[in-house]
């Protein structure tokens, strides 16, 4: 079961987005960003406001999609971390997070997308947070 | 423009002391060495490696009278590193190096080329054929499709650059240019110890491994894919092609296997000798660079005397 929960509108006074990771192409798998326009209502929405989930360490991160034009909606995405506005972040805990995040997302995307395969390829390369998301 | 922007570790400056030097191609600041002199051999790397790949056959090479020139692709080694995805093109890169042989007037060229620097380096060949002589191809490919079956599997390749799993696992965590390498050789023990921090110091952060992850994107794998036209293009032109050709490939290669790719080049360009295969996996330079350089040699030394 995920870890990583939907969230409308969370507390964002004191605090700052600390940019974290940001993906450029969407849509080399059309499957990512089908999951994205399904999961932040992103037809409707458009780019009125980002979509917000929870991980496991409790931090809220903001997804702010991005839009290209002559490519379909969103073109691409950024990942922020919602954290004390005067506070450096614990790097580990965020990866942590980060990568619950991912295993949610490739969940959502499903299909030919297997978390058992992103676990695997992370076991290959030795990715620290295996195992804590 | 001299001075490099990256630091290469101590260890690491003995097995590379060439001066490095520096050209604007397409605006961007693209390295390269340029030793010896005579007949020039341009030696082309591919993702994730630089220059650093032929730091064997560079000195052979030399030694035995040719000129030999090795750019960093744009993206790579000690070259000016874009972060944008958009900022990679296939295209692009092949006009980044077509840029570095004008500027240098570069003629009778032998080319020799590794992965990305296969589509990459093949396409400039094919579309400046006057200035080449000859041509090595190593552990890559030229045509559209089929793709490797290496390159069709989720795990661990299609999971490694999909949507923000390729700046997560290529990015953050420097999976291909640290792992991915030792992975791909066969001699892991010796690559660990004499070579691997020359490729992860050249890329110290998540934004400097853009390109790790944008070229595995650049690879078509289904009908529509983008470059589709390309390769199908590179694929026409070097049936084309009457240039003297070696094939050389690693034995163990597990990314282009050499029963079907090497074998297909044979097919394709039914001029080449070889293939000549050598103790390696895709990165078949680390386990036999002098291997290779004296394979290469051996080539240019056969064409010099059929007065080619």
């Known amino acids: 079961m995920s870890t990583v929960t939907v969230v409308r509108d969370p507390k964002l006074a004191g605090t700052r987005q600390a940019f974290v990771l940001s993906e450029d192409r969407l849509g080399h798998y059309r499957e990512f960003r089908e999951f994205f326009t399904r999961t932040f209502d992103l037809d409707r929405v458009g780019l009125s406001q980002p979509g917000y989930v929870t991980a496991p360490s409790g931090h809220v991160y903001t997804l702010v999609f991005l839009g290209r034009s002559g490519e379909p909606f969103p073109s691409g995405v950024e990942l922020y971390a919602v954290v004390e506005a005067l506070e450096p972040f614990d790097e580990p805990t965020v990866d942590r997070d980060v990568w619950a995040i991912l295993r949610w997302m490739v969940e959502g995307v499903g299909g030919a997308f297997k978390v058992e395969d992103l676990d695997a390829t992370a076991r290959l390369y030795r990715i620290p947070a295996l195992g804590g998301g | ?308």
């Open chain 2, 1 to 308: 423009m001299t001075d490099p922007v990256v630091e290469l570790p101590p260890d690491i400056r003995g097995e590379w002391p060439f001066p490095p030097r520096y050209a604007r191609v397409n605006g961007w600041r693209m390295h390269y060495i340029d030793e010896g002199s005579g007949d020039p051999v341009v030696l082309l790397h591919g993702n994730p490696t630089w220059g650093f790949l032929y730091r064997a056959v560079i000195g052979p090479l030399v030694a035995s009278g040719r000129r030999v020139v090795v750019p960093d692709m744009v993206g790579f080694g000690l070259s000016e590193k874009p972060t944008r995805e958009q900022a990679h093109t296939l295209d692009g890169h092949t006009a980044n190096l077509t840029a570095l042989m004008r500027q240098l007037d570069l003629r009778r060229i032998t080319l020799v080329c590794h992965d990305w620097g296969g589509p990459t380096g093949l396409s400039f060949a094919m579309s400046n054929p006057e200035r080449l002589r000859a041509l090595v191809i190593t552990s890559t490919w030229a045509w559209p499709l089929p793709p490797a079956e290496f390159h069709m599997r989720m795990f661990p390749w299609r999971i490694m650059h999909a949507p923000l799993l390729g700046p997560y696992l290529l990015g953050r965590h420097a999976a291909l240019a640290g792992r991915g390498v030792y992975l791909s050789v066969v001699d892991r023990e010796r690559f660990r110890r004499t070579a691997q921090s020359a490729y992860e110091a050249v890329l110290p952060d998540p934004a400097s491994r853009l390109l790790t992850w944008v070229w595995p994107r650049w690879i078509p794998l289904e009908s529509g894919d983008r470059a589709v036209e390309r390769f199908a293009w590179l694929e026409r032109e070097l049936g084309r092609s009457k240039l003297p050709v070696s094939i050389i490939w690693g034995r163990e290669d597990e990314v282009f296997d050499a029963v079907t790719f090497a074998q297909r080049f044979k097919q394709l360009l039914p001029q080449a000798e070889g293939p000549h295969l050598v103790t390696g996996k895709h990165f078949l330079q680390e386990d036999s660079g002098p291997e290779i350089a004296r394979l290469v040699i051996q080539f240019l030394d056969r064409l010099d005397l059929r007065g080619v």
